[in-house]
């Protein structure tokens, strides 16, 4: 096994930029090339971190043997092509989230990475923060008995990617994006809860996408063609009997609840701040967890904890052999099922079964009329 990774990523645009900061801090981690449509743009950035070589044609970064795994940083509608041309290069892939901006393609990325036998890892940054690998703990030690309930709820007052100043335009077009608050927020916080669950089956789901807020800063909201969901909501029954509740709002006229909860029939966890609810000795305890003290420690008596503190740090880990990898292209799978259903339902007005998901035309109901006078 060799002890360096070497790294090709493609799209060196905001978070592209950002991948490149971290992989300068992951010991084992080095970024041999770059590729970007824009030339002089990507020249200039691989002269920041020390890349030695730019290609603006991906297909000739991939065609070269020295290059261990590419980092696919594109916006949503290109992460399937990429990711597949990088897969069948035989190269390992980590590509951004959303896995893809439908079901349909996301499988296609999956079944691509069992075929050609190459690693697939999915940028699901929440699953690494202190809270979450607490909690992950403290259900698989059993403390939450068994799991029947979970809710994830996330609003931002007004924070629609350009629309409301933050971001490019790319997030609000159906064009580059595919979707809106679904696609960039909630894929996040839906792939936490599955994974804190273990990815359970889904079965149906009853959803509704909004785009409803008035006042929208118009000229902003005409210059980048907004038109995607600012407001999405589900009730997704999972196997196992387990209900999940999504909520995320990209801007919505009420404070944010921030609630994000998985409920057994022993305890109960509110993941950040991390709070454990249960039963002693015939009282109600609400328990606060020092997660970050915890994940310390882990790190001092476990050398590999290293590589569970962040998602490149975990790829990165996860190439040299110091540690599998959490199954995130399933996770992240799971959740495009999930978040296909909650447009396919809000487009159809009715509760849909996974088969009906798995079967629909992809991309039905992403389309909303934006909201300007
Ligand atoms: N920007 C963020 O804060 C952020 C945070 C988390 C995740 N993401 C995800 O990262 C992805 C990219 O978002 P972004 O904001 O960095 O977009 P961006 O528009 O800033 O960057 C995309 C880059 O890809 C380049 N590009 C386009 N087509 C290409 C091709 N065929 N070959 C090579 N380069 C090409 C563009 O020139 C651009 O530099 C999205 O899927 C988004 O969901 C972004």
Redesign the pocket.
């Known amino acids: 096994m060799s002890d360096e990774i070497r790294i090709g990523v ?9 991948h490149l900061e971290k992989y300068k801090q992951v010991p084992g981690a080095r970024v041999v090339a770059v ?4 030339e002089d ?2 020249q200039r950035i691989a002269g920041q971190f020390n890349v030695p070589d730019v290609y ?3 297909e000739e970064m991939l065609a070269r043997d020295d290059i261990d795994a590419v980092d696919v ?4 509608r ?2 399937c092509e ?1 990711t597949i041309d990088v897969l069948e290069s035989g190269k390992h892939c980590y590509c ?3 896995m893809s901006w439908t079901y349909a393609e996301s499988k296609k990325m999956y079944d691509a990475a069992e075929r050609t036998g190459k690693k697939l890892h999915i ?1 699901l ?1 929440r699953i690494y923060e202190a809270d979450s690998r607490a909690a992950k703990r403290i259900i698989d030690d059993g403390h939450l008995g068994d799991i029947y309930f979970a809710k994830t709820v996330n609003y931002r007052r007004r924070g629609r ?1 350009f629309v409301d100043g933050y ?2 335009p ?2 609000v077009n159906v064009k ?2 595919g979707g809106g608050a679904m ?2 927020m909630a894929v996040y916080h839906i792939a936490l809860m599955l994974y804190l669950m273990d990815n359970p089956e889904l079965e149906t789901v009853s959803g509704a996408t909004y785009q409803m807020l008035e006042n929208l800063d118009r000229d902003r909201a005409l210059e980048s063609g907004y038109n995607v969901e600012e407001l999405g909501m589900a009730y997704v029954r999972l196997a196992g009997g387990i209900s999940l509740i999504v909520e995320e709002a990209w801007a919505i006229h009420a404070e944010d609840p921030a609630q994000e909860q998985v409920m057994g029939s022993r305890g109960g966890l509110q993941v950040n701040p991390l709070i454990y609810y249960a039963t002693l000795s015939d009282l109600e305890m609400d328990a606060t967890v020092n997660a970050e003290r915890g994940i310390w420690r882990w790190q001092q008596t476990n050398p590999c904890a290293y590589y569970y503190s962040e998602t490149q740090r975990h790829w990165v880990g996860a190439l040299l052999g110091e540690v599998p990898l959490i199954d995130t292209a399933g996770i992240a799978l799971n959740t495009a099922l999930i978040t296909e259903g909650i447009y396919l339902s809000s487009h159809l007005g009715r509760e849909v079964t996974r088969k009906e998901i798995e079967n629909a035309e992809p991309g039905q109901g992403r389309e909303h009329d934006a909201n300007i006078d």
Do not use: M, W
């Not at 493609?10 to 950002?18: F, L, S, T």
């Not at 940083?73 to 949503?76: F, I, K, P, Y």
């Open positions: 493609i799209g060196v645009g905001q978070i592209g930029v950002r590729s970007d449509l824009r743009h990507a603006p044609d991906y940083c594109l916006h949503n290109l992460h990429a951004e989230k959303p940028q940054a990617p971001g490019s790319a997030f580059t994006s696609l960039d």
